[in-house]
């Protein structure tokens, strides 16, 4: 069984940066996963923040696109997220997301980022 895990969430200021780590661990072969992380703000839906397709194609949400970095390491089973320029817009709780090529989908439990103005 696949599971991921989450870290790196936590609390700062307006203009400071955080770095999201989700790693993989079961029975997986990571390189043929498409990674994402999405969001979930107070008492909205949850949101695809940015993907990494297995093929290498890389997609953001426009609000994020000049600020954040999703990278993956398929040696360490580690997908991760740089959260660049923080604003209060960003606070949510973050999960991480595999799907496989097989259609597989699977979800993290959460780390949440509180950015404060």
């Known amino acids: 069984q696949v599971q991921l895990v989450e870290s790196g969430g936590g609390s700062v200021q307006s203009g400071e940066s955080l770095t999201l780590s989700c790693t993989a661990s079961?029975?997986?072969?990571?390189?043929?996963?498409?990674m994402a992380w999405y969001r979930q703000a107070p008492g909205k839906q949850r949101n695809l923040v940015a993907e990494?397709?297995?093929?290498?194609?890389?997609n953001y949400e426009d609000s994020v696109r000049d600020r954040f970095i999703i990278s993956k390491d398929t040696d360490k089973n580690t997908v991760t997220l740089q959260m660049n320029n923080l604003n209060p817009q960003d606070t949510a709780v973050y999960y991480c997301?595999?799907?496989?090529?097989?259609?597989?989908?699977?979800w993290g439990k959460g780390t949440t980022v509180y950015v404060s103005a």
């Open positions: 079961g029975n997986i072969v990571f390189s043929s996963y498409s």
């Open positions: 997301y595999a799907r496989s090529w097989a259609g597989t989908d699977i």
């Open positions: 990494i397709i297995r093929t290498g194609v890389i």
